[in-house]
């Protein structure tokens, strides 16, 4: 599950009319406003070009170092995106693809739209992912269910046709074959022309699927192939599943014009997975060896990654509980295996995967652990380990390892646990850490494999995302995209209204920190105002952070309202004392927390105690509900989006890992449903949900909605046809926030507001963060 917060929060930087917030280095200032203010819309909130500017994805360095390529929308269509390249010596940039020009426009297969939404870019059109040869002189570019290789001189050639493409394409190692899933199948093709592609596994049909990833993979453990091919091109190893034992969910995708229904292989929380084999073949699919994964089935295939000589492979075999997670080194040959080691869980905690992790060269082994009870780097080599990074901070992921100066590149939160920054450690000298990016920003990082420079994206408080290439010490070499708001960039005429963020923090019952983040429009002295009060609450999403998170916040704020969000104890680069607070007990701490904010707000003099209404999507739809039913009166109203109310209807692997097998502890999953406590709620509810969900079902929705009206309990509710977990899009998105809005501006902002107080002077500030 992932936080579909919809482009909200746009942060900013300092306000005297609110309390203090921590001193930082303050990233560029906002350049100097436009001479005439524009008046920020829905309509030109969601519509074209991006409020954003320029957002490239998937920008990656050639394997020359000649060129960067990247995804970059187009102005008139901003979920449209086509192959862009940027010459790193003189800056000169190209299309490398237009999708337009290409494309087919065809209608992908239903297994490509599924995996679309585990990879969250549902809404997204043209092409969407690519892969460089080895050699750097042609690319492999999927588009519209079909796969074209593109040259450096913009010439494309078609490799499928008619839609017959598939899942997963890639470029094998040495840039001879590429592969991909066709029917369930993998395929393998050569790169020469004349070249047919060939089955090299035959039994993939019904409910047996070769070469993908299965539904919890893709949606809960961040991995999504189910084939890997070793680095010497000798072997591939290809995942097989069977969806056999898994419930059929009868799955109605209410559209438009009609229905469709689907019977999905859905694992709801207690019941059968799918059946996982892990296989070992040549690359015509001769010699197939099965890799023994040990005697207990019911486990989760984590992670798969050849050793760099392809002498073997290692193997992440998780348990169905997540409590412990084994590092096994398979014989390719053979398909026997060694463990090497194994992560367990604290007594009530649970394991995160990560891709956080690097086999070297020379047999040792870079690894991110929490057995310190924060995500650190250790080095395992010869069987003992050597922990590289230290302290009441959070390694977040692993960006690149120079072998050759034993150099690591990686992201975290030690400074700010509000900004991410890049930095470097020496795998000679451990926990010496050098921060190699500049503070009040937040960023995400990228390497070549020689680790030979950095591709960084950063966006601030004032500044939406810029990306740009560095050297190794972090020194900028050359704008990528450097997305100045300035004459020309599409936010820029809306300076003028643009409100600054204040960052503060505050205590939950346990003396936990808490972060907050609130945007609020000019005060005028004795006025109190209403609150858009934003949550998540669930685990895995940070939402206050020092980045560009979007207009509408800003929007929100031209429209008369507060924008405020908390992040609770539960979330994550907090360390795993604080996020395990939620275990076996989703609805508790969360609400009570969310609580503490509410409570806070209360205490401002130019914020209004009667008119503070929440909103939340997915978890923070769970959380609306739950808000509610849990804390009448509080809230003026609630927006719900997409909840899970029963989480017996949500996946294993996520479900799981928080509140275990619901056969096993239904006390537990009963306290924390959202639908037998329907009758509580006592103030206004919108609940929203899209018909066509194959993430957090309908269901969801209509056994809260049914609750409801059994129990004569008012409320509100939108559903949106054809619409999946995201809804939004051309119209729709504007829909939906004017429908939310609406809601809004009827039960909370048309309540009268108090009599100004003569007293204008506002509390103390809180205490300044850490």
Not at 67 to 88: G, Q, S
Not at 449 to 454: F, T
Request: glycine letters at 10%; proline letters at 7%.
């Amino acid at each position: 599950m992932r936080a579909w917060l919809l482009g909200l929060a746009l942060a900013s930087s300092g306000s005297a009319a609110m309390a203090a917030d921590q001193e930082t280095p303050a990233p560029a200032p906002v350049p100097v406003v436009a001479e005439q203010p524009a008046t920020l819309t829905l309509a030109r909130v969601f519509g074209n070009p991006d409020l954003s500017g320029v957002q490239p994805r998937a920008v990656r360095l050639s394997p020359d170092g000649r060129l960067v390529t990247m995804l970059r929308a187009r102005a008139d269509e901003k979920e449209r995106f086509d192959l862009w390249a940027v010459d790193t010596a003189t800056g000169a940039e190209r299309m490398l693809v237009d999708s337009r020009a290409i494309g087919s426009g065809a209608e992908l297969s239903e297994a490509e739209k599924m995996q679309r939404e585990r990879s969250r870019i549902g809404g997204s059109r043209g092409i969407v992912s690519y892969d460089w040869s080895p050699d750097g002189r042609s690319i492999l570019v999927p588009l519209d269910g079909d796969l074209y290789m593109a040259t450096l001189d913009g010439q494309t050639t078609r490799l499928t046709q008619g839609g017959s493409g598939g899942l997963n394409p890639v470029i094998s190692p040495r840039g001879t074959t590429i592969s991909f899933v066709r029917d369930q199948n993998l395929y393998v093709q050569p790169v020469k022309a004349g070249g047919a592609a060939k089955a090299i596994t035959t039994d993939g049909a019904g409910t047996v699927h070769w070469g993908e990833a299965e539904f919890v993979a893709q949606e809960e453990m961040d991995r999504r192939t189910g084939y890997w091919w070793s680095p010497d091109e000798r072997y591939i190893a290809v995942e097989r599943f069977d969806e056999a034992p898994v419930k059929v969910a009868v799955r109605a995708a209410i559209g438009a014009t009609g229905t469709r229904v689907y019977e999905q292989r859905y694992p709801a929380a207690g019941t059968p997975n799918v059946l996982v084999e892990l296989y070992v073949m040549k690359p015509d699919g001769s010699g197939a060896v099965k890799v023994n994964l040990g005697t207990e089935r019911d486990i989760y295939l984590a992670r798969v990654d050849w050793l760099p000589d392809g002498s073997a492979l290692l193997v992440q075999r998780e348990s169905r509980d997540q409590h412990r997670l084994d590092m096994l080194r398979v014989d390719p040959a053979t398909g026997r295996a060694t463990p090497l080691f194994s992560e367990k869980a604290g007594q009530r905690s649970w394991l995160n995967l990560s891709d956080a992790y690097r086999p070297l060269g020379d047999g040792s082994l870079i690894w991110r652990s929490e057995r310190s009870g924060f995500g650190h780097l250790y080095r395992f080599a010869a069987g003992k380990w050597t922990q590289l990074t230290r302290g009441d901070w959070v390694v977040s992921d692993l960006v690149g390892v120079d072998e050759k100066r034993g150099r690591i590149f990686f992201t975290a939160n030690k400074d700010d646990v509000l900004e991410q920054h890049v930095y470097a450690v020496d795998i000679a000298k451990p926990n010496q850490v050098t921060r190699l990016t500049e503070r009040g920003y937040t960023y995400t990082a990228a390497m070549d494999g020689a680790a030979s420079r950095l591709i960084l994206s950063r966006s601030g408080p004032a500044q939406p995302a810029q990306t740009y290439l560095a050297d190794v010490e972090g020194k900028r070499l050359a704008w990528l995209n450097e997305n100045a708001v300035v004459p020309g960039h599409p936010y820029f005429p809306y300076l003028p209204s643009h409100q600054p963020t204040k960052f503060g923090t505050l205590k939950a019952a346990d003396g936990s920190v808490l972060h907050w983040e609130m945007i609020a429009p000019p005060l005028e002295p004795g006025k109190r105002y209403p609150v858009f009060f934003q949550h998540y609450g669930g685990p895995g999403s940070q939402t206050v952070t020092r980045g560009w998170q979007g207009a509408l916040p800003q929007f929100l704020v031209d429209q008369g309202w507060i924008f405020f969000q908390i992040d609770n104890r539960g979330s994550p680069h907090r360390g795993k004392a604080f996020e395990d607070q939620i275990y076996h007990a989703m609805g508790t701490v969360e609400v009570a927390d969310q609580l503490a904010g509410a409570e806070y707000l209360k205490t401002l003099s130019f914020v209004d105690p009667t008119r503070i209404a929440t909103y939340g999507w997915s978890y923070g739809g769970y959380m609306s509900v739950k808000m509610l039913e849990k804390t009448p009166g509080v809230y003026a109203a609630a927006v719900a989006g997409a909840p899970v109310t029963e989480w017996q209807l949500y996946d294993t692997h996520y479900t799981e890992r928080y509140m275990g097998d619901p056969r096993l502890d239904p006390a537990g999953y009963a306290a924390s449903n959202a639908v037998s406590d329907a009758a509580k709620i006592r103030d206004p509810l919108l609940l929203i949900h899209g018909m066509a969900d194959d993430n957090v079902f309908l269901d969801n929705s209509t056994a809260l909605a049914a609750e409801l009206q059994r129990t004569a309990t008012p409320f509100e509710m939108m559903f949106y046809p054809g619409q999946t977990h995201r809804v939004g899009g051309a119209g729709i998105s504007e829909h939906l926030w004017g429908t939310i809005l609406n809601f809004l501006d009827r039960t909370v902002k048309s309540r009268p507001e108090p009599v100004p107080v003569a007293d204008t002077a506002l509390p103390p500030p809180p205490t300044p963060e850490n």
